[in-house]
């Protein structure tokens, strides 16, 4: 949240370096805490369902819509702090414009899917990631046209890709083994604590925020303190 009021500070400044590393530390913060979570609703989608709902509620239905969903949530969160970065640099227009483009690609794919069998309510969860992966490859475009600082995406966002991995992993591996001697209650949120835990670990040995961009924040947090 402080780190908006910095982007707009930055640009108003016209600081094309502390642009660059107040818009990593946002978009970072976002994927640090968007990719996991995504990653365990997508993955833990059946066990999660069959845990809310029961058995008796087709899961198995629930959980294909779920998978869907919590891609769909990652992309949902990045193109928000996208979206946020682009009303701290003065183009509170452009968000507006990129959501339009976004509704109407999931109308359009709502219209092309839904009436499909081998689709169906499939469709719809399917044509809301499609939608927010739109509005956040949009969203990184024009935030590139604004401000001319590259994000360089992958490199800010492999660790917390490789993070979600591993705690994934974990928690499906801690869940298909206490389901089996547990009630699915025990099993799902002893998976999703297994997977926090192993995260919080990764992160710590491979922190996902650029080492630079945090010291430099640390730096001038400290600079302002004094004065």
């Not at 845990?51 to 193109?79: D, E, R």
């Not at 794919?109 to 839904?114: A, Q, T």
Request: aromatic share 10%; glycine share 6%.
């Amino acid at each position: 949240i402080s780190a908006l009021p910095n982007v707009t500070a930055a640009w108003a400044a016209g600081s094309k370096k502390q642009i660059a590393d107040s818009l990593k530390l946002v978009f970072s913060v976002a994927a640090l805490l968007a990719i996991p979570a995504g990653f365990g609703l997508s993955f833990l989608a059946k066990p999660i369902c069959t845990f809310l709902y029961g058995p008796q509620n087709a899961p198995g239905i629930t959980g294909k819509i779920l998978f869907y969903l919590g891609f769909a949530a990652i992309f949902s969160a990045l193109g928000t702090s996208i979206n946020s970065l682009l009303q701290a640099v003065g183009r509170a227009d452009i968000p507006v414009k990129i959501l339009g483009v976004g509704l109407l690609v999931k109308v359009i794919m709502n219209w092309i899917l839904v009436p499909m069998p081998q689709w169906n309510v499939l469709g719809a969860a399917f044509s809301t990631l499609l939608s927010y992966f739109v509005i956040l490859l949009l969203g990184l475009h024009f935030l590139h046209k604004v401000t001319e600082v590259r994000m360089q995406t992958f490199s800010l966002l492999w660790k917390p890709m490789l993070g979600g991995i591993c705690c994934v992993a974990v928690a499906l591996t801690t869940e298909r083994i206490l389901s089996e001697y547990f009630h699915i209650a025990v099993a799902v949120l002893a998976a999703v604590l297994a997977a926090v835990v192993v995260y919080l670990l990764i992160c710590s040995i491979l922190p996902a925020i650029p080492h630079e961009v945090a010291k430099k924040r640390r730096f001038r947090e400290k600079k302002k303190d004094c004065t």
